[in-house]
């Protein structure tokens, strides 16, 4: 066995640096289950869902057609958010995202009109060619992201239009 001082010198000088980083880590894991427990909102079948995540992932499909508002909280986490579940909103979906080194998935109807204010590093990839719109039109939009991020991203796909998967 060995002991301290018998340890190589890189281990011994990177040892503690490690061990502080696993530490923040911990106190981040347990402060952001805490902070959950109080701020988490509703579930998927209710009309509005907030969601607080710190050092992990939350996965979403909300399935209640009268869905207004989700708000997501992300310290170093990620969430994946399907709206497949649902049908066109009346009024659209407010999507409030607050991340910092995080990241979201988003995957919305194909045919609905997405607008998004994105403020902060990082922002929002979109791809036109699975059939949504893009559109500066605040108040028509099915979807409105409002997104503030530092080094953190919202990628948006559309859903196929069918699932016959080409059968």
Same mark, same amino acid.
């Not at 869902?49 to 209640?64: F, S, T, Y």
């Not at 929002?124 to 992201?145: C, I, K």
């Given at each position: ?11 011994? @000088? ?22 959950? @427990? ?11 869902? %907030?969601?607080?995540?710190?050092? $992990? ?13 989700? %708000? ?5 986490? $990620? ?5 497949? =579940? ?5 009024? $659209?979906?407010?999507?409030? +995202?607050?991340? &910092?080194? $995080? ?10 009109? +997405? ?7 990082? =922002? +929002? ?6 059939? &949504? ?17 530092? &080094? ?16």
């Amino acid at each position: 066995m060995r002991t301290p001082s018998t340890l190589p010198p890189a281990v011994r @000088r990177v040892l503690p640096w490690l061990l502080r980083w696993w530490a923040v880590q911990a106190v981040l894991a347990v402060a952001g289950r805490l902070v959950a @427990r109080r701020k988490d909102e509703g579930d998927e079948s209710t009309a509005g869902i %907030r969601r607080v995540v710190a050092l $992990g992932g939350v996965e979403l499909r909300p399935v209640n057609p009268e869905l207004s508002r989700v %708000r997501l909280d992300l310290l170093m986490a $990620g969430a994946r958010l399907d709206l497949t =579940g649902i049908p066109h909103v009346p009024g $659209g979906v407010d999507l409030t +995202v607050r991340a &910092l080194v $995080g990241g979201v998935g988003l995957t919305v109807p194909a045919g609905w009109r +997405v607008w998004w204010d994105c403020r902060g590093v990082g =922002g +929002v990839g979109f791809a036109q060619d699975d059939g &949504l719109v893009h559109t500066d039109d605040e108040r028509g939009a099915d979807l409105r992201v409002h997104a503030v991020v530092l &080094l953190a991203g919202i990628g948006i796909e559309g859903a196929p239009q069918d699932d016959s998967w080409g059968r």
